[in-house]
Structure formats: structure tokens, C-alpha cells
């Protein structure tokens, strides 16, 4: 179902998102731009390396986060994957990306144990039936090294402009938003460890001067996203 609903919305997935999100004053290449740059930012932070990662953009859609992955980490070996065809076509474009993977989302997925240093995924659960959400982590985990990042963006359901947005968008239609404090647990429970929750996106753009205030704010719950940031710890 998920592959039809959005190979169905391929063609028109950008200008339907930035019409979902206008409500910010932002369009969609807004929102896909700070996610890469939260995690390079985060990674700094940590001390993690930053270059010559094996990244993985799990449930890429098409492809709207790849130029800013591929500015964000520039010598990166980028690998995007999908369940949807129509999209990966359109994230064919992408000059950064060195392979493209259509995925079964009711099999293991085609990668091998430990092959990946970053994996990124940016508002794809919500899509994904939330019994599955166990196995699909575990898949997650069974393809990162040891010492490896998760970050995991979503929506945040806990934002009354945010369920807004979700409830007016045509592919969110089936969209099950998920707090934070639930999406960090069942990441610890599919082996990763030290998962931490930053909120974003607090200000509209009509307010942007005061956007320099945002990361001192990501421990309050009320931003308009999420990212959940976990390692694979070394001895699992």
C-alpha cells in the first residue's frame, strides 16, 4: 500500500509539501535543508567523525534531503533507499548519491551486517505501521557498525500547528505521529543505546530573527519536529 501511495505522489511530492507547510512561511527545501546540518552539527558536538562516512537516507522520498547531505558531508559514500520506484527516479538527480535501493518493506533489507556509518532518516515512521517499527529499527541496527549514528526526525505530535499540517496533507492521510519520548523507547529497545531528543523549529518564519534562540531550546517539547540521535554501542 505504502509503494502505490507514493509512487502515486512522486511527481507532485514537493509542491504538495510546500503547500502543507506554508502554514510556517517556509517551503519544503527549508525543512529539508537543517536536518543534515542538525546532524553534522550533533556530530561535531560528540566529537564523532564527520569524515568519509558510509551514510545511508533510509526512506528518501525523492531525494529532497540528498543535495544538503551531500553539502553537509561532502566525501560521504551516500546511499538512499526506498519503497517507492516513481520517487527514487526523481532522486536519480542527485549528483552525490552512489546508490539507489528500492526496498520491500515486508523483507530484511538489502544490505549487508554493519555496512553503514550514519543512517538517516527524516520523517518516514510516522508512514510505517507502528507494529512493524520493532523490526524495521532492528534492520536499522543490523546494518550499522559498531559506534555508528541513528538520527531519527519526525513530526511532533505534541505541536498543535504540526498536527495541523499532517491533518491537511494528502500522503500524511494514514500518518500515526509518534512523541519523542515514545519513538527514543523503541529505539533503545531495538539495540541502540544513548539515544538523546532534541525538538526543533519553534519560530515561524514571520519570527525567523529569533531562530538564533532555537538550540537552547531543543529540550522543550513543543517544537515542530524532533530528532532522536542513538549509537550502536561496540560490544553489541
Known sequence: MLEREFDQFAREYEGMLGQ?????????RFFASYKPADVHRHLLSAGSEVRGLRVLDF?????????????????ADLYVADISRNS????????CASCLVQFHPELP???SDRQFDLIFVACVFHHIPQPEHHRVLAELHRI???????????????????????NTCAFD??????????????IEGSGFARAVIRYRIFFPRLLRKLRCLELFLTWCPLGAQYYVAARRDDDH
Open 88 to 95: 527514487l527516479e526523481f532522486a536519480n538527480g542527485a549528483d
Open 109 to 111: 533489507l538489502p544490505f
Open 173 to 186: 492521510e494514514n500518518a500515526v505521529l509518534i512523541r519523542g519520548t515514545e519513538m527514543r523507547r523503541r
Open 144 to 166: 550499522t557498525r559498531p559506534g555508528a549514528w541513528l538520527f531519527l526526525f519526525e513530526h511532533n505530535p505534541l505541536n498543535p500547528v504540526t498536527r495541523h499540517v499532517v
Open 20 to 28: 502543507a507547510v506554508s502554514t510556517s512561511g517556509e517551503d519544503a
Open 59 to 75: 526512506g528518501c522520498g525523492v531525494g529532497l534531503s540528498l543535495s544538503y547531505l551531500g553539502q553537509e558531508f561532502p566525501d
